[in-house]
């Protein structure tokens, strides 16, 4: 099996990083609709993989400034409609009208396991931050929430006598704060040790959330949170 050495593999991000903004600066301003550059061309100019440049492209259709229509090409998108920001659970609350509160269950530097080491894009060994808290609402135990923190691009967080009140108010001041999200939901019901601490009935329904946030282009949080349905209802905006 081939071997990439991770100086070789940050090369390639760097490149895959300046063709995606060489062609957002190259469209910006253009009518929807206008042809954007060929992968051939971009191949070209730049003397990287079609790969390499693929990516570059895959990453602005995924944000709307590019669309694909196959046999076709690759158009400048119509606009979209921009996406709410990133709430956390203490601007959500106060949206809500309601007072957060947060209780740390455990906060330390441990090894990821497999499945969000991948989420991060990070190697089996490179360390994580845990932050499990139980979060409550006007004192009301309504979360249960298990995040892993890219731990290399918050340095120092659990090194304070004080864990921050808010883990995106603390990448925000950081200049890190999630420009965007993958969020996943599902129904459950309570496991005996979450009936516990949400102080609910085992058994009860709950709302599963799971969410990959990233900042730029690098996932930073992968998270897991358990909500009460009796107490806790999600909110969409969505737009045509």
């Not at 921009?82 to 659970?89: C, D, K, L, N």
């Not at 203490?90 to 269950?105: K, N, P, Y």
């Not at 290399?152 to 921050?164: E, N, R």
């Not at 129904?187 to 040790?193: D, F, L, Q, W």
Request: hydrophobic letters at 40%; a neutral charge.
């Amino acid at each position: 099996m081939e071997t990439v050495d991770r100086g070789t593999a940050d090369r390639r991000a760097l490149k895959h990083v300046a063709i995606r903004e060489y062609v957002r600066d190259l469209v910006t301003g253009s009518a929807p609709g206008t042809v954007a550059p060929s992968e051939r061309d971009l191949v070209e100019r730049f003397g990287v993989a079609r790969m390499t440049v693929r990516q570059a492209l895959d990453a602005l259709v995924a944000e709307g400034v590019l669309q694909r229509f196959p046999g076709r090409g690759t158009f400048v998108a119509e606009p979209r409609r921009q996406p709410s920001r990133i709430a956390s659970f203490t601007e959500d609350m106060a949206g809500r009208g309601t007072v957060a509160e947060s209780r740390t269950l455990a906060a330390d530097r441990v090894k990821p396991p497999a499945g969000v080491a991948r989420a991060l894009g990070l190697g089996p060994r490179e360390p994580v931050l845990r932050w499990r808290r139980l979060r409550l609402a006007d004192g009301n135990p309504v979360c249960l929430s298990d995040a892993y923190i890219n731990a290399a691009l918050v340095p120092g967080l659990f090194d304070g006598p004080d864990l921050p009140d808010s883990l995106y108010d603390e990448l925000t001041a950081r200049g890190r704060r999630p420009t965007w999200a993958e969020d996943s939901l599902s129904a459950g019901v309570a496991t005996p040790e979450e009936a516990g601490l949400l102080e609910c009935e085992e058994g009860d329904v709950v709302i599963r959330l799971t969410r990959r946030a990233l900042w730029e282009d690098r996932p930073i949080e992968v998270s897991r949170s358990v909500y009460r349905a009796d107490l806790h209802t999600v909110s969409f905006q969505l737009g045509g």
